[in-house]
């Protein structure tokens, strides 16, 4: 504790930099009557004696641990205050406030995992999951490609906050599209009828998933559907063609939609 006397009391500012407490909250807690000084010099300057110096002590230890200024008046000025029931009640909620803190903290490492990495899977989870075809070094491709993009960060968002059964409701939704595509072309539908539209729009709604996916940038992908050897072999792996079938299908929905394919840019 700093010393004092009563005949020797110390200033605002001494009282401010050994207790590290701003003369604001010295001059506050002075106002409402919480601490005052029991000197004035001459001039009318506060001073803080030995006894002065206790109560601020007491007042800090105690805000620090989270107590308002009503319940520290109480502790110190209420002679019939449960002090340990109020310390008590004070420690459950930091005890609660660090949990919440944990969890934050662990979100945070979950966020930082997600924009980094894009799955928080395992490889026996993503294989488990994606099916056969999927390589996990795509990740690290779309993530040097993409990482510094709008997309991805949405992507990261949602990955954070999924796990296996969340993306394994995906990959089945996204197969499902699949199956439609490949059964559509089977029937015989054509680019630009109302079957090919709804198909069109499902694949934008599912996709959505990853993220937000405009018009506009269906088209795009259409197109690296259609010139990405990779997507290719995927889409014509289902049916020979297929991979124009959809590019084709694609372009006639943005139309539809007033939207012209060939000047479609990302966006």
Partial sequence: MPDATDTEGLTVGQVSARLDVTVRALHHWDEIGLARPSLRTAAGYRLYTAGDLERLHRIVV????GLGLD????????PTADVPGAL???RTQVAERIDRLQQLSAGLDRMIDAH????LLTIEQQAAIFGP???????????QRYGDTTQWRQ????????????WQVIADAMAGVDRALGEAMDAGVAPGSPEAHHIVERHREVFASYFPLTREMQVCLGRSYEADPAFAAHYDGIRPGLATWFRQSIDASARHHGIDPDTATWQ
């Fill in 88 to 90: 008590r009640a004070q």
């Fill in 116 to 119: 980094e990495r894009g799955l």
């Fill in 155 to 166: 992507y990261a968002e949602r990955s954070a906050s999924r796990g296996p059964e969340d």
């Fill in 133 to 143: 075809e999927w390589n996990p070094d795509w990740l690290t491709e779309a993530r």
């Fill in 71 to 78: 319940k520290i008046r109480a502790v110190l000025d209420d």
């Fill in 62 to 65: 105690y805000r620090e641990i």
